[in-house]
C-alpha cells in the first residue's frame, strides 16, 4: 500500500517551456503533498506543502509564479515549472502523507529528472 | 525554523562491520524522526522512524537512538552488506508544521567488500 505515481519521469525541453509533473496517490488519499526539488549529491529541498482544495504554502525563497502547484484532488497534485530555463534542472520529487495533522511516513513518488537544453 | 544537520558526510566501512550517522536538531518541539535511504537516481526509502515518546527503536540490522535533551539522534546499522551502500537521510518534524519534515544533509555511504 502507500504507493504514489509521479509522471513524467524524464523531460528533456528548451529554454521557455513550461513543464508540468504529475503526483497521483494511487491506494490512499493525499491529504497533503510535498514537493521537493534535489540538486546533484545534495539533500532534498522542500519547495512548497500543498493541501487539497487551497493554496500551496511555499518555503522561503521558492519563486511561487514560476513553480505553480495545484491540488485539485485527494490523490492528485501537479507542479509546473512556467518558462523554465538551465538553472531549473533538478530532480524534483513529490511525496504523499494520509494524514495532514498528526506525524505520518511520507510516501515518495520515483521523482522526474528535468532537463533544461 | 527547524535545522537539521548530519555527519558525516561520507562513510566507508568494511562488509560485516557497524556503521554509525549522526544528527542533530534545532527545533525542540519536533517530535517524529524518520530516516531514508536513497540509491542513485530513486525515490527516498523510509527505512526507519522514532517518535519523541521513545528513546531507541530497532529493527533487524537498523536501530536509530533519540536523545531529546541533547537533540540529537542516530542510525546504526550492524553487519553491514554490500546492498546497504546508499545515501541515508535524517530528517526532522517541526511541530509548527505538521508532518511537513526537514531533510539532513545526507550521508553517503560506502561498504568495502
Known amino acids: 500500500g502507500a504507493v504514489v505515481s509521479q509522471h513524467p519521469s524524464w523531460v528533456i525541453c528548451k529554454s521557455g517551456t513550461s513543464v508540468k509533473i504529475e503526483c497521483r496517490s494511487l491506494?490512499?488519499?493525499?491529504?497533503?503533498m510535498f514537493w521537493y526539488r534535489q540538486f546533484p549529491k545534495q539533500s532534498l529541498m522542500l519547495m512548497a506543502t500543498?493541501?487539497?482544495?487551497?493554496?500551496?504554502?511555499?518555503e522561503q525563497g521558492v519563486e511561487k509564479d514560476k513553480f505553480l502547484i495545484n491540488h485539485a484532488s485527494l490523490t492528485l497534485s501537479t507542479l509546473t515549472v512556467t518558462s523554465a530555463h538551465p538553472e531549473d534542472s533538478s530532480f524534483y520529487i513529490c511525496?504523499?502523507?494520509?494524514?495532514?495533522?498528526?506525524?505520518?511516513?511520507?510516501?515518495f513518488g520515483d521523482g522526474t529528472r528535468l532537463s533544461i537544453l | 525554523g527547524e535545522n537539521v544537520e548530519q555527519h558525516p558526510s561520507t562513510l566507508s566501512v568494511q562488509e560485516g562491520d557497524s556503521a554509525v550517522i549522526k544528527c542533530t536538531y534545532s527545533d525542540s518541539a519536533s517530535n517524529y524522526f524518520p530516516w531514508y535511504k536513497q540509491e542513485l537516481g530513486k525515490r527516498p526509502q523510509l527505512i526507519i522512524d522514532i517518535r519523541s515518546n521513545v528513546g531507541e527503536k530497532k529493527d533487524q540490522r537498523i536501530a536509530v537512538t533519540l536523545n531529546k535533551t541533547a537533540k540529537h539522534f542516530s542510525l546504526h546499522i550492524t553487519e553491514t552488506q554490500p546492498e546497504d551502500s546508499a545515501v541515508y537521510f535524517c530528517a526532522a518534524t517541526p511541530y509548527s508544521s505538521a508532518s511537513k519534515i526537514i531533510f539532513g544533509s545526507g550521508t553517503r555511504l560506502s561498504i568495502r567488500p
Open positions: 491506494d490512499f488519499q493525499a491529504t497533503t
Open positions: 500543498s493541501n487539497e482544495g487551497s493554496k500551496a504554502t511555499y
Open positions: 511525496s504523499a502523507t494520509a494524514d495532514g495533522v498528526s506525524n505520518q511516513p511520507q510516501h
